[in-house]
């Protein structure tokens, strides 16, 4: 950012969490279009972070700034998952009170939580006790029949008097049952009105929104109601967005990033993790929606598909489907 430039929040824009798709090779690809979006992990639960013989953690912190999502309502739990991400360098830790999957309802957490903004409070404040590092709270604006605005006010008051500063907030409300965590995205109807009234009505938090949002001028038109964007699957199928985000939202200076730059930006990472065993595929099936709207797309997308997986594809398969591609 130029000496000139204002302080931004750091939420301005962030890429939201979503299971399978917010991995770190697809958070380094991302990093390549903008310096400044906050990228968020897939949610992790806690009992993965504690249990499981894969490292969950595991990232480039030249993908910072990254915040963690993470799920669960075990306040120690949440603590100690929260002080591992410090140590590890993760920016922000977020808790996710907005997925509705039966699976994570399940497990006791997800949108689940708005019922219960004791704990959520209880979860926050034990996290926010542990590390100095941003504690944040992705929610809806209601579950079920718990969609009024008082319902919504009352849950935010409870959790901001333990602490929580920073609120995501997708503007639809969840039905814990009968839609499926698809359906849950579509269906229900976007009150985006009601997530300006919450910043209007707790003026000293930030408000970040998110939920159907696609271009840079719906992001700069929400901007002057909220603090923050939140942008989802228009971000990963049409990575090409990201690369106006650092010149539209927060420097005139800053350059427009192409699709073809950000690929070919990520030639050594790609290099450096097939020598580490990481097979071509699981970098560059993120990758696949970079050239939307150009000319050569549908063969990019063709020919990473067909070779990427086969054994020993390496960074030649990548620069062929690019020779494909007019920008």
């Known amino acids: 950012m130029s000496q000139n430039q204002p302080h931004f929040y750091r939420g301005r824009f962030a890429v939201a969490p979503m299971l399978d798709w917010t991995t770190r090779h697809c958070r380094y690809f991302h990093r390549q279009f903008s310096r400044h979006a906050l990228l968020y992990t897939e949610m992790v639960t806690t009992q993965a972070i504690i249990h499981a013989k894969y490292d969950h953690l595991d990232f480039d912190t030249a993908e910072n700034p990254v915040a963690l999502q993470l799920g669960g309502s075990d306040p120690e739990q949440l603590q100690h998952c929260a002080q591992l991400a410090q ?3 993760y920016q922000e830790i977020n808790l996710n009170v907005g997925c509705p999957s039966d699976r994570v309802q399940n497990g006791m957490f997800g949108a689940c939580l708005m019922a219960n903004a004791e704990l959520v409070a209880e979860c926050v404040q034990q996290m926010q006790s542990a590390v100095h590092i941003p504690v944040t709270v992705k929610t809806r604006i209601g579950i ?14 409870k959790v901001h008097q333990a602490g929580c500063q920073e609120f995501i907030v997708h503007a639809r409300k969840a039905w814990l049952s009968g839609l499926s965590p698809k359906q849950n995205r579509e269906i229900p109807p976007l009150n985006y009105e009601r997530v300006y009234q919450l910043k209007q009505d707790f003026p000293h938090l930030l408000i970040s929104i998110n939920g159907g949002i696609k271009t840079t001028e719906e992001m700069q038109q929400h901007l002057k109601y909220v603090d923050g964007v939140m942008v989802g699957r228009e971000a990963y199928q049409n990575p090409a967005l990201l690369g106006h985000i650092d010149h539209t939202l927060f420097d005139a200076n800053a350059p427009i990033i192409t699709p073809r730059q950000a690929v070919e930006n990520m030639f050594p990472y790609i ?22 709207h150009c000319k050569g797309a ?20 990548v620069e062929t489907a690019l020779g494909f591609v007019e920008e």
């Open 87 to 89: 140590q590890r360098g």
């Open 298 to 317: 549908r063969q990019w997308r063709r020919y990473l598909s067909e070779n990427a997986y086969k054994a020993g594809a390496g960074i030649d398969v």
């Open 144 to 157: 079920d029949d718990f969609d009024s605005y008082d319902f919504l006010c009352d849950f935010v008051q």
């Open 271 to 292: 290099e450096q993790q097939l020598s580490q065993g990481v097979y071509l595929n699981h970098i560059v099936r993120h990758m696949l929606g970079a050239f939307q």
